[in-house]
């Protein structure tokens, strides 16, 4: 029987930030694989590279300052950091997509739960405000 190949897998990834004071090694060699279906937690104390390894993956780490000096990033077992930004920017939002921490840049609390995920629907699947609705409870 074949195993099938992890969903999400990180091998041996390096962040770095270059800044006149020097280089921070923000996420320095991280590996870890994700299968369809399962859930990890990345937990440290802050400042040891969660959000970066999160805005690695996504590929939106600001460069300059920062930079992904090498590694893979496997999902589906396409290397995002080898694909073109266009194709990048088809994946995240559809395929792959991050909440983050920040309130004022995560969930909105003027619209409910369910609109924010209607409105990804809208987006990225082109379906209609009824559809994208619908989909939310099937």
């Given at each position: 029987m074949n195993t099938p190949s992890p969903l999400?897998?990180?091998?041996?990834l390096k962040t770095h930030f270059f800044t006149v004071e020097g280089t921070a090694k923000a996420v320095d060699d991280?590996?870890?694989s994700l299968n369809k279906g399962e859930t990890i937690g990345l937990v440290g104390e802050s400042g040891c590279g969660k959000s970066v390894t999160a805005?690695?993956?996504?590929?939106?780490?600001?460069?300059?300052p920062g930079k992904i000096v090498s590694g893979e990033i496997l999902f589906d077992g396409t290397d995002l950091l080898q694909i073109p930004a266009s194709r990048m920017k088809?994946?995240?939002?559809k395929?792959?997509?991050?909440i983050f921490q920040e309130p004022m840049t995560s969930l909105n609390?003027?619209?409910t739960?369910?609109?924010?995920?209607?409105?990804m629907l809208l987006v990225h699947e082109n379906l209609s405000k009824k559809k994208a609705g619908n989909a939310l409870w099937t």
């Open positions: 999400l897998h990180l091998n041996h991280v590996s870890f805005l690695s993956i996504m590929r939106l780490v600001k460069d300059p088809s994946i995240r939002g395929r792959i997509a991050m609390p003027v619209y739960i369910g609109d924010q995920i209607a409105e």
